[in-house]
């Protein structure tokens, strides 16, 4: 077993049996086979084996490795490959002889998830959803589920830009704070992201008493549904901050590594756009944002700053008192005010602003009036002074409704997880 001490650099020989089994964050491979006159080698950072990378389709006498997105950057070298060997193509991958003993050198990349070792088995994802939703309020999931839910999210969140770009009709979620039962209240009424897109806008942890089984859940569902389902980090997706206000503690509770998530979230989108009209982001504006490309080259794997553009992203609230900006009463960021949401409207031509980031006593408002489109939106129930919770429901040219809930009662809980069970796992 490889543990995290000697991870740097290992050149390490795996069978095919081995890889099947296994999942592991490598740098570069390089294939050999005596039998066949063949050597090359991919480099590739990041990439997570034990999911789509590699999928492994056993035959009575041969594997097809096929290769898939994870191997997008390489596909030149892959090409070179391909022409190098004698191997049978087939699916848009290849496949071999078991007796052909190829071989899979890896380097374990230098700075690897720090929890991926041992090595972590590849699961079936509707088994893993299947135990989330099963095991809410107790022990969620085995910390090598955790570990291989982890690195297989991390790979899709990779891949995705710092500002997503996407399409509507969707439905958006506000902070939902460990509020589980808020979240499946939404995939009971809405579907999962099979039937209905959706698109949340952070603060998944802290407060709320199951930020475990929603980031699992979440997880696991942008595995199954990457193209369906988008995750942008809140001020709560920080390890300064989720490990004081409740995340850390439940993470050792239930005997999760806390560092393993905080990892994926330091690789989380930032905002979104929908239809190139609404603009998402967790907390607002910055002063410090004149082109969108600040955000665009943003460097991920990133902590969240203690100030600055990225840290105002997602730390800074509306202010209907001033017109542009002005000092906050969180200990960092600003306000702006609805002059700096007008002058921002016109000038990258956006017609709709959506942020989450304050509890609001209807689950959602708008700070500005009806007359500028700017809405908070905040979708965890009873979170302050019995708040109600909201998502928001957009429809392909970007007219929206609110869906706007109580917190549930001990029998919806119930009926809400079953629902979900029987309509999408049974
Ligand atoms: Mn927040």
Same mark, same amino acid.
């Given at each position: 077993?490889?543990?995290?001490?000697?991870?740097?650099?290992?050149?390490?020989?795996?069978?095919?049996?081995?890889?099947?089994?296994?999942?592991?964050?490598?740098?570069?491979?390089?294939?050999?086979?005596?039998?066949?006159?063949?050597?090359?080698?991919?480099?590739?950072?990041?990439?997570?084996?034990?999911?789509?990378?590699?999928?492994?389709?056993?035959?009575?006498?041969?594997?097809?490795?096929?290769?898939?997105?994870?191997?997008?950057?390489?596909?030149?070298?892959?090409?070179?490959?391909?022409?190098?060997?004698?191997?049978?193509?087939?699916?848009?991958?290849?496949?071999? !002889?078991?007796?052909?003993?190829?071989?899979?050198?890896?380097?374990?990349? !230098?700075?690897?998830?720090?929890?991926?070792? @041992?090595?972590?088995?590849?699961?079936?994802?509707?088994?893993?959803?299947?135990?989330?939703?099963?095991?809410?309020?107790?022990?969620?999931?085995?910390?090598?589920?955790?570990?291989?839910?982890?690195?297989?999210?991390?790979?899709?969140?990779?891949?995705?830009?710092?500002?997503?770009? #996407?399409?509507?009709?969707?439905?958006?979620?506000?902070?939902?704070?460990?509020?589980?039962?808020?979240?499946?209240?939404?995939?009971?009424?809405?579907?999962?992201?099979? %039937?209905?897109?959706?698109?949340?806008?952070?603060?998944?942890?802290?407060?709320?008493?199951?930020?475990?089984?929603?980031?699992?859940?979440?997880?696991?569902?942008?595995?199954? =549904?990457?193209?369906?389902?988008?995750?942008?980090?809140?001020?709560?997706?920080?390890?300064?901050?989720?490990?004081?206000?409740?995340?850390?503690?439940? /993470?050792?509770?239930?005997?999760?590594?806390?560092?393993?998530?905080?990892?994926?979230?330091?690789?989380?989108?930032?905002?979104?756009?929908?239809? !190139?009209?609404?603009?998402?982001?967790?907390?607002?504006?910055?002063?410090? #944002?004149?082109?969108?490309?600040?955000? !665009?080259?943003?460097?991920?794997?990133?902590?969240? @700053?203690?100030?600055?553009?990225?840290?105002?992203?997602?730390?800074?609230?509306?202010? /209907?008192?001033?017109?542009? =900006?002005?000092?906050?009463?969180?200990?960092?960021?600003?306000? =702006?005010?609805?002059?700096?949401?007008?002058?921002? $409207?016109?000038?990258?031509?956006?017609?709709?602003?959506?942020?989450?980031?304050?509890?609001?006593?209807?689950?959602?408002?708008? @700070? $500005?009036?009806?007359?500028?489109?700017?809405?908070?939106? $905040?979708?965890?129930?009873?979170?302050?002074?019995?708040?109600?919770?909201?998502?928001?429901?957009?429809?392909?040219?970007?007219?929206?409704? $609110?869906?706007?809930?109580?917190? @549930?009662?001990?029998?919806?809980?119930?009926?809400? %997880?079953?629902?979900?069970?029987?309509?999408?796992?049974?």
């Amino acid at each position: 077993m490889i543990t995290e001490t000697n991870l740097s650099n290992i050149f390490w020989r795996i069978n095919v049996d081995e890889l099947v089994q296994n999942g592991v964050l490598v740098k570069n491979i390089i294939f050999k086979s005596q039998n066949y006159n063949l050597e090359a080698q991919i480099q590739a950072e990041s990439i997570v084996f034990g999911l789509r990378c590699l999928k492994i389709l056993k035959k009575p006498s041969n594997i097809i490795l096929s290769i898939s997105e994870g191997f997008d950057n390489s596909r030149q070298i892959i090409g070179v490959f391909r022409s190098l060997n004698q191997i049978l193509y087939a699916n848009g991958g290849f496949c071999y !002889e078991k007796e052909s003993n190829l071989l899979f050198s890896i380097t374990i990349a !230098e700075f690897p998830l720090s929890n991926i070792g @041992p090595l972590t088995k590849a699961y079936d994802v509707d088994t893993v959803i299947r135990i989330i939703l099963k095991n809410a309020n107790a022990k969620t999931i085995s910390k090598d589920k955790q570990s291989w839910l982890c690195s297989a999210a991390y790979s899709f969140f990779e891949k995705e830009s710092v500002i997503l770009r #996407l399409k509507a009709p969707i439905t958006v979620v506000g902070d939902l704070h460990g509020n589980f039962y808020d979240l499946l209240r939404i995939f009971s009424v809405f579907g999962f992201p099979d %039937r209905n897109n959706y698109l949340f806008l952070g603060d998944y942890v802290d407060r709320g008493e199951n930020s475990v089984d929603i980031i699992c859940l979440l997880f696991a569902l942008k595995i199954k =549904y990457p193209n369906n389902i988008y995750l942008i980090r809140g001020n709560h997706e920080s390890r300064i901050i989720n490990r004081d206000y409740g995340f850390k503690a439940e /993470c050792k509770q239930k005997g999760l590594c806390f560092s393993n998530f905080n990892e994926v979230f330091d690789m989380l989108p930032i905002a979104a756009i929908i239809n !190139e009209k609404a603009f998402c982001v967790h907390g607002g504006l910055s002063p410090a #944002l004149t082109r969108l490309d600040q955000i !665009e080259s943003f460097e991920r794997p990133s902590d969240i @700053p203690m100030e600055g553009l990225f840290n105002d992203l997602l730390w800074s609230d509306p202010n /209907c008192r001033i017109a542009h =900006y002005g000092p906050s009463n969180r200990d960092t960021s600003v306000t =702006y005010g609805k002059c700096v949401v007008q002058d921002f $409207f016109s000038k990258f031509g956006f017609e709709l602003f959506i942020r989450a980031h304050e509890s609001v006593s209807n689950g959602y408002e708008f @700070p $500005f009036g009806h007359e500028i489109q700017f809405v908070t939106l $905040f979708s965890a129930s009873n979170y302050f002074n019995q708040n109600l919770g909201s998502v928001m429901v957009l429809d392909q040219s970007l007219q929206y409704s $609110f869906f706007t809930y109580d917190s @549930p009662t001990e029998l919806e809980k119930i009926q809400f %997880r079953d629902n979900i069970i029987k309509t999408n796992l049974l």
